[in-house]
T-cell receptor, first 115, second 116 residues
Framework: NAGVTQTPKFQVLKTGQSMTLQCAQD?????MSWYRQDPGMGLRLIHYSVGAGITDQGEVPNGYNVSRSTTEDFPLRLLSAAPSQTSVYFCASSSLSGGARQTQYFGPGTRLLVL | AQTVTQSQPEMSVQEAETVTLSCTYD???????LFWYKQPPSRQMILVIRQEAYKQQNATENRFSVNFQKAAKSFSLKISDSQLGDAAMYFC?????????????FGKGTKLSVKP
C-alpha cells in the first residue's frame, strides 16, 4: 500500500519558471491538501479539495494553482516561481467519514529551491 | 479563526525519562479533533496520537498519552520511557468537525532532543 506519494523529492527552479508538484493517493480519500513548511512557521495550508472537481483556497494560496480531476491525484502548480516559494511542500489526504475521519496522512514532501 | 500555540520551541529529555510537550488552542467550536504529529529528520510527518473533543477519556498509544483539558483548551503530549528514536519535531494540530473539515491548523512545533 503506497499511501500518499509525491514527486519530485527535490527541485531547483529559477525565478519565473513554472512547474507542477505531483501528488497521488491510493486510499480512496475524499480530502486532499497541500501544505508548505518554512523554518519556525509550522505547516500552512495552501489549497485543499474535498472531492474531484472541488477545490478551495487555504491560508497561503497566492502564486499556486490546483485542480482535481480524479480522486487519486491532486497536483500543485507554481505559475511563476519566486524565491519566497522556497520551502518544503507536503501533500496530505484524509477520509471525511468513518472512524479515521480527519486523520491526515502525509506524503514524504518535496523540497523546492527557487534561485 | 482557530489558532494553535506551542510555547516550547525546544525540549530535552534523558533516555528512559518522561517528558511533556505543551499545546494550547483557541476555538469557539465544541466539536473538533486534535492531533500530535512527529517529524523526524527524514521529514516524514507521522501521526502520533489523535483526540476527539467529545471524548472525555484521554487518548493513549503505547508510550504516548495526552492530557486533554477542554475547558482550558489545552492538549499536552506525554512521552514515557523516552527513546533515542523519539528525537524529532513534534507538531500539535487542530481540525474542525464540520464546515472546513479536513483542514488542519498546526502549531509551530517543539524540537525534542533525547540524551543517552
Amino acid at each position: 500500500n503506497a499511501g500518499v506519494t509525491q514527486t519530485p523529492k527535490f527541485q531547483v527552479l529559477k525565478t519565473g519558471q513554472s512547474m507542477t508538484l505531483q501528488c497521488a493517493q491510493d486510499m480512496n480519500h475524499e480530502y486532499m491538501s497541500w501544505y508548505r513548511q518554512d523554518p519556525g512557521m509550522g505547516l500552512r495550508l495552501i489549497h485543499y479539495s474535498v472531492g474531484a472537481g472541488i477545490t478551495d483556497q487555504g491560508e497561503v494560496p497566492n502564486g499556486y494553482n490546483v485542480s482535481r480531476s480524479t480522486t487519486e491525484d491532486f497536483p500543485l502548480r507554481l505559475l511563476s516561481a519566486a524565491p519566497s516559494q522556497t520551502s518544503v511542500y507536503f501533500c496530505a489526504s484524509s477520509s471525511l467519514s468513518g472512524g479515521a475521519r480527519q486523520t491526515q496522512y502525509f506524503g514524504p514532501g518535496t523540497r523546492l529551491l527557487v534561485l | 479563526a482557530q489558532t494553535v500555540t506551542q510555547s516550547q520551541p525546544e525540549m530535552s529529555v534523558q533516555e528512559a525519562e518522561t517528558v511533556t510537550l505543551s499545546c494550547t488552542y483557541d476555538t469557539s467550536e465544541s466539536d473538533y479533533y486534535l492531533f500530535w504529529y512527529k517529524q523526524p529528520p527524514s521529514r516524514q510527518m507521522i501521526l502520533v496520537i489523535r483526540q476527539e473533543a467529545y471524548k472525555q477519556q484521554n487518548a493513549t498509544e503505547n508510550r504516548f498519552s495526552v492530557n486533554f483539558q477542554k475547558a482550558a483548551k489545552s492538549f499536552s503530549l506525554k512521552i514515557s520511557d523516552s527513546q533515542l528514536g523519539d528525537a524529532a519535531m513534534y507538531f500539535c494540530a487542530y481540525g474542525n468537525y464540520g464546515g472546513s473539515q479536513g483542514n488542519l491548523i498546526f502549531g509551530k512545533g517543539t524540537k525534542l532532543s533525547v540524551k543517552p
